[in-house]
């Protein structure tokens, strides 16, 4: 079935305003959506679908866009549409768009330069060809421009892998179990899952493998203290609490009360008691300071350039700057130090990351590790081993797109040091007793 030239009006209106970038794509969308309520769940799809398509191929389009008889945003919104929806369901092309559209088409990318290939900034192509050499950065980069799977984690509390595998057929949604997360679903299309009972009774929430399996690292146990420093919307939290079975005391602190809104509904549908969400001013609030050697386990999933997300968030490349790069630094090394500070003894501390970029991970890590002797890496072969995943790692967790079908993540374990108990002092003898 044809497009409406609407359609096409529509997807040019809502992609000048993403392209300026002054806020992420997908608040933009939500907002032009509630402007245009007109529209059905199809129309809703090929236009957020199109928009997508030009964030993930913008160099590439771009260069092919400008010139011709029809202005170049109008060109982006067809090259978006075509890509997504097919040249022959867009209604209202004249022949001159036509043959702009199929002649994009053909064009052999291999041959383009490499930024406009991998559509990336400059920048950031040059900072992935240093770390991986070009060919693996052009290998990554293609698989970054193409959509995410939809991935499921099964809630323990509620339900078992194979039950909600069962219960999902029946709707029918076909899913598929993960190789990594244990816990964890691949769904094969992209079903509205809202209204699924499942979803309702909390047996299922939407979490990338890569998110499952920093969570399983952490290795909360039944009735330990542990806390998820930088909780956000609670994805993590509620694994761990899942993890834990609903003992134990399990702390979600975020500096942002409307992240943390986002918890209540989710908590509340997983039927789970242990978690305590609690709103904190900085790293070194009275309230983390309160918990200062007293915890088992601390989750930093620190804030980051979330590069590692690029397939589910591609504006972010276009959004994020080589400065906001290094001035990240700085927070995530001040939040990892402060967050150190609640581990007790033999305590554990997860730092993680949604980033592909070196000077946010092994950087921070290792800047830590030489500041902080009371603490040592534990290697993440050690760690994969200890949760039973099946994945080859060194030192590090280092999950990629092009290689473990993820987002990018990045982790790192660090054990503080278990301090040894001073024996106990001799009973002095009653004649030696002197008062100084």
């Known amino acids: 079935m044809r497009l409406p030239p609407a359609i096409v009006a529509k997807t040019e209106e809502v992609l000048r305003d993403i392209l300026r970038f002054t806020a992420p794509a997908d608040v933009t969308l939500s907002r032009f959506f509630k402007d245009n309520p007109r529209f059905g769940g199809r129309e809703r799809g090929v236009i957020a679908e199109a928009v997508y398509a030009v964030l993930r191929n913008k160099s590439f389009f771009t260069d092919f866009a400008s010139g011709g008889n029809t202005p170049s945003m109008r060109r982006l919104a067809l090259l978006g549409l075509a890509e997504t929806a097919g040249i022959d369901a867009i209604g209202g092309l004249t022949e001159d ?9 053909e064009v052999d990318r291999s041959l383009l330069p490499g930024p406009i290939r991998a559509n990336l900034p400059q920048w950031l192509f040059d900072k992935l060809v240093n770390q991986f050499g070009e060919a693996e950065a052009l290998e990554l980069a293609a698989v970054l421009n193409t959509p995410a799977p939809l991935d499921l984690r099964v809630n323990s ?7 909600v595998i069962a219960k999902l057929a029946e709707a029918p949604i076909v899913a598929e179990p993960m190789p990594y997360a244990p816990l964890g679903l691949r769904v094969l299309k992209k079903p509205a899952l809202q209204n699924l009972p499942l979803f309702k009774e909390g047996a299922i929430e939407v979490q990338d493998e890569g998110s499952q399996v920093l969570s399983q690292i952490v290795g909360a146990r039944r009735g330990e203290m542990v806390v998820d ?18 003992t134990g005391r399990l702390y979600a602190f975020d500096v942002s009360e409307k992240r943390l809104s986002k918890l209540k509904p989710r908590m509340a549908r997983s039927g789970l008691s242990n978690i305590q969400s609690v709103l904190i001013a900085h790293e070194r609030d009275v309230k983390v300071k309160r918990l200062a050697g007293k915890v088992d386990r601390v989750l930093v999933d620190a804030p980051c350039s979330g590069l590692g997300t690029l397939r589910r968030n591609p504006d972010v490349k276009w959004r994020q700057k080589p400065d906001a790069v290094a001035e990240m630094q700085e ?7 402060g967050a150190a500070r609640l581990v007790k003894g033999g305590g554990r501390l997860v730092y993680a990351t949604c980033s592909l970029l070196n000077e946010e991970n092994d950087f921070i890590v290792e800047q830590f590790l030489e500041s902080h002797p009371d603490f040592e890496l534990v290697p993440m072969n050690k760690v994969l081993a200890e949760q039973k995943i099946d994945l080859e790692m060194d030192k590090y967790l280092k999950l990629l797109p092009h290689k473990h079908q993820t987002d990018g993540f990045f982790a790192a374990v660090l054990e503080r040091k278990a301090v040894a108990k ?8 009653a004649e030696g007793d002197t008062e100084a």
């Open 97 to 105: 768009e036509t043959h702009f559209l199929t002649r994009i088409k």
């Open 422 to 429: 001073a024996p106990k002092a001799a009973p002095a003898e």
């Open 331 to 337: 927070k995530q090394a001040a939040i990892l130090d």
């Open 229 to 246: 420093f930088c909780a956000g919307a609670g994805g993590k939290t509620l694994a761990l609490g899942a993890m834990m079975r609903n």
């Open 157 to 163: 509390i509620k339900a078992g892998r194979d039950e």
